[in-house]
């Protein structure tokens, strides 16, 4: 079982305030990262990476994030980038994967285009809001496709798009990330301009295209998205109300209502915790999510992320002007978890 040790979790916190205030993670959390293999624990075991149960890769994202919200959300969103490699061809995997301080970052949106050249693709667009750009040595993206500049359309007219990797030295990334939290993520955006790739830098998403054997490629990637992204926002949440507390009890108001906050996260927590252990059960025992599988899923973790928005903006006004102070860390936590919640896949349902 993969889990964060004090002393890890000591050096995390020695230097987030540091890596806050400049923009990025002190070398310290990065080595750490590199040190303990987190960037490949979801890569697959074949291609180098540790392939480890999703159940302790989100335990594990919590807890860092429960100390940094920035270091959990590069790991959490690079991490989940390096998952991909289980959808590469064997060779490629490989190749990546053993990169020296391999990170794989990127965007998900489909904002560029691949056009067709030969046995590979020419690459053009610009991406926003991949986190942990500065250390990323690849770069995943969706581009639409394209043959003669027209977009390949599917059956029903839609245009083709398809996911890509591409090296960081084909990749201009443009410091751009100006946020009021999670400022240690370097969400940065990033241009590609006419890079080709060969043709196996391209992949799709789908269990039924999973390259890699094992239950973590089996599992439905939204539904992966889902539960790492809010397992960070309730690390964050945690981390709050553990600093509210003491605010609390300093100013003697609030004490009953941080107790009810605490114990609705908690609850909602273990709810969310055995829906994600029993749908890995289930994947691990060669079933096939469902529909109703997936939307539990999804259910308890956008009610996690509420009960989680709920306890951090109903407690902050109990925690006086400290909270307000730019280099508190009760004021990084707040401003980190509202900027993590406000992905778009965190949406109220």
């Known amino acids: 079982m993969t889990q ?8 995390i916190e020695r230097h987030a305030a540091a890596a806050d205030a400049a923009g990025f993670l002190h070398p310290v959390q990065q080595a750490l990262l590199h040190r303990r293999g987190w960037l490949k624990m979801l890569a697959p075991r074949a291609a180098g990476g540790a392939e480890l149960p999703l159940p302790e890769v989100v335990r594990l994202e919590e807890s860092v994030a429960a100390i940094d919200g920035s270091m959990g959300w590069v790991l959490t969103l690079c991490a989940g980038a390096g998952w991909f490699a289980g959808f590469l061809s064997p060779e490629l995997a490989r190749q990546i994967i053993g990169t020296p301080r391999v990170c794989l970052g990127g965007s998900g949106a489909p904002t560029g285009y691949a056009d067709e050249d030969g046995d590979g693709y020419r690459i053009t667009g610009r991406w926003d809001y991949a986190s942990g750009a500065p250390m990323a040595s690849h770069f995943t993206l969706n581009a639409v496709l394209r043959a003669n500049g027209e ?3 599917d059956a029903d007219g839609t245009p083709r798009i398809r996911a890509f990797l591409v090296p960081a030295a084909q990749v201009r990334v443009e410091d751009n990330w100006r946020s009021i939290g999670m400022r240690a993520s370097a969400s940065h955006s990033y241009r590609i301009e006419d890079a080709w790739v060969s043709e196996d830098h391209g992949f799709a998403i789908r269990p039924d295209a999973a390259t890699a054997d094992g239950p973590l490629y089996r599992f439905p990637f939204y539904s992966l998205a889902y539960v790492t992204l809010a397992a960070n926002v309730a690390g964050m949440a945690s981390h709050f109300i553990e600093l509210a507390r003491e605010c609390v009890h300093r100013r003697k108001k609030g004490m009953p209502l941080l107790e009810e906050k605490e114990h609705s996260l908690l609850a909602a927590r273990a709810r969310f915790y055995e829906v994600l252990d029993l749908s890995w059960l289930r994947v691990a025992d060669e079933q096939a999510l469902n529909e109703s599988d997936m939307l539990a899923i999804q259910t308890t973790s956008l009610s996690l992320v509420a009960i989680a928005r709920s306890a951090v ?35 109220p349902a």
């Open 4 to 11: 964060l040790s004090q002393r890890d979790a000591r050096r």
């Open 151 to 153: 977009p390949l359309l």
């Open 313 to 347: 903006d109903e407690l902050y006004p109990y925690c006086g002007l400290h909270a307000a102070h730019a280099e508190s860390t009760i004021n990084r936590v707040w401003r980190d978890f509202h900027t993590a919640s406000q992905h778009s896949l965190l949406l």
